[in-house]
């Protein structure tokens, strides 16, 4: 190999470091990747996406896991020994003590219940259970109407009471029972989303059961949460929305139907909704109920709330309260599908839902592949023009890449390439070695 070759090589070898460094300036030092974690909880499945990670010290899986696990502790009703559920089968009326937590959430489930005139009730977990939608969950029957007449004795959010200094609560009839499996998964949420905040995490993504927090972004790009139209057999997505962290009051979504957890007897369909002022299933048309807010453990309440009120109602309710929803009703008739309402920033959906129901994608996304393209391009073409260079200051015909199809042959016989100008073994071997570092270096995105 004589010098004019070697020095082709080395400047050759310098512009493809300079290539790569651009493109790596275009996109931070190093490429972003996306870690997820995912796992059982609370009789359901919560998904964490944590984009650009820093380096932990500890496993994030497991301080999520531990920190759902804490939640369970105190709010699962079908843990026999967490903070409810003992709290449940206590027949005193006298104050209870409990975790700053649970008596927290209970706090807020009150606030809701009050404002939505007990149609969002923690204490209705005995009929939850009578309908056979709760941890006693057995054969689907519908149940006696002497049997829910009882129950509702002994239901009401005004026979309970909470403090928080110090935390307890209290019956005001000993056979009470609380349910919050419609506030704990969004309250969970949250403090995970906390939780990853305070390891440095700042763009996350946390979603448990369906309802979701966020917190930063990908790239500029608001993480999407899509919205379902309520069809259990073809899960058709109506839109995706961008929660906007930036405007403090969209960062959670929470959603809650009747076209999930169901059962059918006779004909009749029975909603896993309670409203605990009759004791019964809900039975008007609203299918779903989707809600934003700054905090997940208030969408998830409105959510619940909202559902057992009704169309009509649901929407005075949220212009009342200034929150952020979509509403989607069935149409008297099966064939006319559904009808859309809305409140806040979720009503640019209802024209979509009415027209169409393809995801919407933002522009940004088109745009950010745009430019990638652009980079790797422009990267490209000035690796190549490299490589014209060393052709033509080494004064020799162009013999092929390592990666080319044809070779041409040396005076030996042996095929070399322009690159690592040596025999055709070597090629292969860098090859292989560069498929071998492009597998390494793949990137969750």
Sequence with gaps: MNSRRVGNLIAVACLIVACLSLTRSCYGQTPPRILEVSGPTMGTMFTVKIFDPPDFKEDPAFLVDRLLRKVNDQMSTYLENSEISRFNRSDSTDWFPVSDELATVVMFSQLVAEKSDGAFDVTVGPLVNAW?????????????????????ESVGFRNLSVRIDPPALKKSVPNLGIDLSAVAKGYAVDKVVELLNELDAEDVFVEIGGEVSVSGNKAGQWWKVGI???DAVTDT??????????????????????????????GTRYSHTIDPRTGMPIEHPLASVTVVSEFCMAADAWATALNVLGPERALRVAKAEG????????????????????????TQYIAVGEESAEVDVPEEQGNGRFTMFLVTAVAFALLLFAMSVGVLFGQRSISGSCGGVNGTKNEDGSVSCSLCSSPSDACRDLRKRMNENSENEMVDV
């Design 228 to 230: 379902q139209m309520p």
């Design 323 to 346: 929150l952020d929803v979509l509403l989607i009703a069935r149409e008297q008739s099966e064939a006319s599908g559904f009808q859309l309402t809305g409140n806040g920033s979720l």
């Design 132 to 152: 056979n939608f709760g941890p006693d969950r057995s054969e689907r029957t519908v149940p006696e109407g002497e049997l829910i007449a009882r129950l509702q």
């Design 237 to 266: 997505a109506l839109i995706a929305h961008p929660l906007n962290v930036g405007g403090d009051s969209d960062r959670s979504m929470a959603t809650s139907g009747d076209y999930r957890n169901y059962f059918e007897v006779d």
